[in-house]
């Protein structure tokens, strides 16, 4: 046998051991971590380790609005973190020295549900606190990242954001054509004509766009309540394009152009408050090194062509700008 195949072999091993080690050592120790994280949650006053003196708390939403995934130390968290944003607004709410929200936003949206939430979550923040929230559009707040934006006072963006797409899309793959080729035969025992939706009748697609409709309706309206507009002018922008900065200033849909570091200025002259607090995640030594372990393990065609579709069709309604994938 040669060299580089004993070497291969002897990686495949040492890979196989942590990947071991990771199945029998991650419930318990996760279940410990997060024992150990509700009595530090229920312990101090808002859960988070914010400032005692007056501040601004920066919010930031980067990456698709989805379902937060579970991690445990072997792994990395990685883009928007909706159910710590959602406690993290929470905490806000209740904290007597946080005096408004900088809403960081570099989105091109996500799922209706998720979007949705979260808006109603900065509603409520501003109802319950009588404080302020500002926005700062970065690289995207398209679709579902614009519509969280419509919670703010003021809506600023870079001068090179990309924004608007307000729409709803709900896709999905029709894998016939490749059964076929592959000799499968797909199966489906229904109780009812609108139960099985892998090959979409013309009556199947009607109910799904009443859905899509539906869901495009109160997009709408939020435009219109957090814009000031009436319903007729948002629906003539709401055909699902993107806009510059320049063309949704122009349109109503922010308020001002500048940087970040302008933006804050302004914040902190408004509300007379220079302070700004953000909570940051500590390094993860262990997810780390088990993180660069998977990378270097190769998927197989079935893992990269599931995954694949899994990011291009997911199936549900989605405030999300299809331009920006």
């Known amino acids: ?52 003196y007056d501040y601004i708390a920066v919010v930031e939403v980067v990456g698709t609005i989805q379902e937060q995934t579970a991690t445990s130390i072997f792994e990395i968290a990685e883009g928007y973190q909706h159910t710590d944003t959602m406690n993290y607004i929470d905490n806000l ?32 923040y501003k109802e319950m ?83 899509v409709d539906e869901y495009y309706g109160k997009f709408v309206g939020i435009v219109a309540d957090g814009r000031n507009m009436p319903d007729e002018k948002v629906r003539a922008l709401a055909d699902g394009r993107t806009y510059t900065a320049a063309q949704a200033l122009e349109n109503g849909l922010i308020d001002e152009i500048g940087s970040y570091e302008y933006m804050q200025n302004e914040m902190s002259d408004e509300l007379g408050v220079w302070d700004y607090y953000q909570p940051v995640s500590e390094e993860n030594i262990f997810a780390s090194f088990f993180s660069e372990l998977r990378e270097l393990v190769p998927k197989s065609e079935a893992q990269i062509l599931k995954e694949t579709a899994s990011s291009m069709e997911s199936g549900v309604p989605m405030y999300y700008a299809e331009q920006l994938r």
Do not use: C
Request: proline share 2%; charged share 15%.
């Open 93 to 124: 709410m209740y904290d007597p020295n946080n005096k408004g929200i900088l809403l960081y936003v570099d989105s091109p949206g996500g799922t209706v549900y998720e979007s949705e939430e979260l808006y109603d979550k900065l509603r409520e």
């Open 129 to 211: 606190s009588g404080n302020p929230i500002w926005t700062y559009m970065s690289h995207y707040a398209a679709s579902g990242g614009y519509m969280i934006s419509m919670a703010s006072d003021q809506i600023y963006a870079n001068t090179n954001t990309t924004t608007g797409s307000i729409g709803v899309i709900m896709s999905g793959m029709d894998m016939t054509g490749l059964y076929e080729k592959l000799g499968i035969r797909y199966v489906s025992i229904a109780s009812g004509d609108f139960k099985d939706s892998s090959k979409l009748t013309d009556e199947q697609i009607a109910v799904f766009q009443s859905q």
């Open 1 to 52: 046998m040669k060299k580089k195949q004993i070497g291969g072999l002897i990686v495949a091993a040492v890979l196989f051991i942590a990947v071991g080690v990771t199945s029998v050592f991650t419930n318990t120790v996760s279940q410990n971590l997060l024992q150990a994280s509700m009595v530090e949650m229920l312990t101090s006053d808002y859960g988070y380790d914010t400032p005692n």
